[in-house]
């Protein structure tokens, strides 16, 4: 496939912040793709919440397989829009390597404690595993990935993180929260696609789980619209298939309605490089019809998914396990590792550390300590 114009090409990278030379056989955005599925912060997706926590059931997604089935539909849809395929899937297996135990609720809870510390956002946290949390490399801290891989990986910043990212690193991936200007599309495509992934699989999971039911789910025109279809066409298909089926069909549909859209907007104003991409409005997109329906779906999700009682009960625990690791860490440092207890910034330390724990590992350290 032809990369087109307006595509990030590694032969013009911006590069990364320690030089290197190339690879013989790989080309820049392939080696960070590399990095990424080499490191400490991506095997430990595995056991990391994405709404279920993790040791509710063996079949629901975690952060790892949420973060496979974003590079699977962001791959295959920049291979149609002419993207670069290697720097969409090194975005989506690192977009949520920042990511607490316990989701949301980990998330929420160490932003909590960190309040008075400058706070805790799992973007930013993302950028910082790869830019120097791994220690993998003699000659520098974190993964030494090129700017285009980190720019897609900072989807959110706040102004005030932004300028200090651009202080430490002028022009860098935090000017663009300050001037306001978009990311590559391939940076649009995997946020697009993460969107895309999570409102399908928590679908999946929420049904399976018992938490909804495929009769609430006729309130949700984008679902129900594919339901009905597979119904009138497969008369007495019900349960597992049934919902497959009907998700199958929505996702298909999903990418082929951004597909259609995201080549309209590409055309009408035509950028002719990487550089008029990030000056121009976001270009990766729904249909308007598509994107009202997108939200009717997240909205049904966050009222009987992630409110459901039962999913709330098990978050209430999470946030309380996150604030007592780091209310003891805090006091007794030296229960952390020696590269975290040694730190100057002891909070950041200990949020650091919390953050890139496992469910699993979260839940033993907590018992230990309160042993
Ligand atoms: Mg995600």
Same mark, same amino acid.
Not at 169 to 174: A, L, M
């Given at each position: 496939m032809k990369l087109a114009v307006y595509a990030c090409d590694p032969a013009h990278s911006r590069g990364r912040r320690y030089a290197e030379g190339e690879a013989p056989t790989r080309n820049a955005y392939q080696r960070d793709r590399d990095r990424i599925v080499h490191s400490t912060a991506f095997r430990r997706l595995v056991y990391k919440t994405q709404v279920f926590l993790n040791h509710e059931g063996d079949l629901f997604r975690t952060r790892l397989t949420h973060s496979l089935e974003v590079a699977q539909l962001a791959r295959s849809m920049a291979r149609t829009l002419g993207l670069h395929e290697d720097l969409v899937e090194a975005i989506a297996l690192a977009h949520d390597l920042g990511h607490t135990p316990f989701g949301h609720a980990g998330q929420d809870a160490l932003n909590e404690c960190m309040a008075p510390h400058g706070g805790f956002e799992h973007n930013l946290q993302s950028l910082r595993v790869v830019d120097g @949390?791994?220690?993998?490399y003699p000659q520098f801290d &974190? @993964?030494? @990935?090129c700017f285009e891989t980190r720019e897609g990986i900072l989807k959110h910043c706040s102004v005030r993180n932004a300028q200090l990212l651009e202080a430490q690193?002028? &022009?860098?991936? &935090?000017a663009r929260f300050l001037h306001k200007a978009q990311p590559s599309l391939e940076a649009q495509l995997c946020n697009l696609a993460d969107e895309m992934a999570y409102n399908a699989h928590d679908i999946d999971d929420g049904v399976r789980s018992g938490l909804i039911t495929l009769e609430q789910l006729q309130d949700v025109p984008l679902f129900d619209h594919y339901r009905r279809q597979v119904q009138a066409e497969f008369y007495s298909l019900s349960g597992r298939r049934l919902l497959y089926e009907s998700i199958r069909r929505m996702l298909s549909d999903q990418v082929y309605d951004v597909l259609a859209a995201s080549q309209a907007a590409l055309q009408q104003h035509?950028?002719?490089?990487v550089d008029a991409v990030r000056l121009a409005p976001p270009l990766v997109q729904f249909s308007p019809a598509m994107q009202q329906r997108s939200v009717q779906l997240k909205t049904f999700l966050l009222h009987h998914l992630y409110r459901h009682p039962q999913v709330l009960q098990t978050t209430d625990w999470a946030k309380q396990v996150v604030r007592e690791l780091f209310e003891a860490y805090l006091a007794q440092p030296q229960e952390m590792p020696e590269g975290h207890a040694q730190r100057a910034h002891l909070p950041r330390a200990v949020a650091d550390y919390i953050a890139g724990m496992t469910d699993r590992f979260a839940t033993r350290e907590h018992a230990r300590l309160r042993a």
């Open positions: @949390l791994e220690e993998r &974190g @993964l030494n @990935l690193e002028p &022009g860098g991936v &935090g035509a950028p002719d490089s």
